[in-house]
């Protein structure tokens, strides 16, 4: 999972939050492979990069690093890095970091809809909580962005897109249940079936 070389000179901390990651089960319609990992963040760290798309033949769950046989339309993308600092930082409050993004389109209609934002920010916490996900210091932002289309393009019409960036720090090395986390927040944005219970689901992107 890490491009780290020499595994001699990995923390073993770092070595079993890898080996946890290995062994998350996400949802067959999210394609999670490793990206390069920001390399000043932290001394060690690892980047994983997320596609959701329509939901395609198969069911149940899938373990990273499957491949996704499906060609359907992309519905969501997101990246989910770990750092880690022996060391430790007063920022993080802890020796391990989760940075994590998201991206969907939704419906135009939705960009005047003023709790996008919370109700984005409620799906990550909600997300953790029902994963047993334990973490301090979490903060983030939602962002909505207007596209709009014009001269050749002008057809396309205009489009809203939800961006939420958010980063939490992990009781310890244990974070598959982080990633799990995350990966099925990332579904829900794509407005994929089914959702914990009592939330509503984000309008799909139109095709």
Same mark, same amino acid.
């Given at each position: 999972?890490?491009? +780290?070389?020499?595994?001699?000179?990995?923390?073993?901390?770092?070595?079993?939050?890898?080996?946890?990651?290995?062994?998350?089960?996400?949802?067959?319609?999210?394609?999670?492979?490793?990206?390069?990992?920001?390399?000043?963040?932290?001394?060690f760290a690892v980047s994983?990069?997320?596609?959701?798309?329509?939901?395609?033949?198969?069911?149940?769950?899938?373990?990273?690093? /499957?491949?996704?046989?499906?060609?359907?339309?992309?519905?969501?993308?997101?990246?989910?890095?770990?750092?880690?600092?022996?060391?430790?930082?007063?920022?993080?409050?802890?020796?391990?970091?989760? @940075?994590?993004y998201i991206r969907a389109?939704?419906?135009?209609?939705?960009?005047?809809?003023?709790?996008?934002?919370? @109700?984005?920010?409620?799906?990550? @916490?909600?997300?953790?909580?029902?994963?047993?996900?334990?973490?301090?210091?979490?903060? *983030?932002t939602a962002t909505r +962005?207007?596209?709009?289309?014009?001269?050749? /393009?002008?057809?396309? *019409?205009?489009? +809203?897109? +939800?961006?939420?960036?958010? %980063?939490?720090?992990?009781?310890?090395?244990?974070?598959?249940?982080?990633?799990?986390?995350? %990966?099925?927040?990332?579904?829900?944005?794509?407005?994929?079936?089914?959702?914990?219970?009592?939330?509503?689901? /984000?309008?799909?992107?139109?095709?």
């Amino acid at each position: 999972m890490s491009a +780290i070389g020499d595994l001699s000179q990995v923390p073993p901390d770092f070595l079993t939050a890898l080996g946890d990651l290995r062994r998350a089960e996400c949802r067959p319609e999210l394609l999670l492979e490793e990206i390069p990992a920001p390399t000043r963040l932290a001394p060690f760290a690892v980047s994983l990069g997320a596609e959701v798309r329509a939901p395609g033949a198969g069911g149940g769950r899938r373990r990273l690093g /499957l491949p996704d046989p499906g060609s359907e339309p992309e519905l969501a993308t997101g990246r989910f890095i770990l750092l880690h600092d022996p060391q430790g930082s007063p920022v993080w409050n802890g020796t391990f970091r989760v @940075v994590t993004y998201i991206r969907a389109e939704l419906e135009p209609d939705m960009g005047n809809d003023e709790l996008l934002g919370p @109700v984005a920010w409620t799906w990550l @916490v909600e997300a953790l909580e029902q994963h047993g996900a334990a973490y301090t210091s979490a903060g *983030g932002t939602a962002t909505r +962005i207007l596209s709009e289309s014009f001269g050749t /393009l002008s057809g396309r *019409g205009g489009a +809203i897109d +939800i961006e939420l960036r958010a %980063s939490w720090t992990p009781s310890g090395p244990a974070v598959r249940a982080h990633l799990e986390a995350w %990966s099925d927040m990332v579904c829900s944005f794509a407005g994929l079936p089914p959702l914990p219970e009592g939330v509503t689901p /984000l309008p799909r992107r139109r095709p």
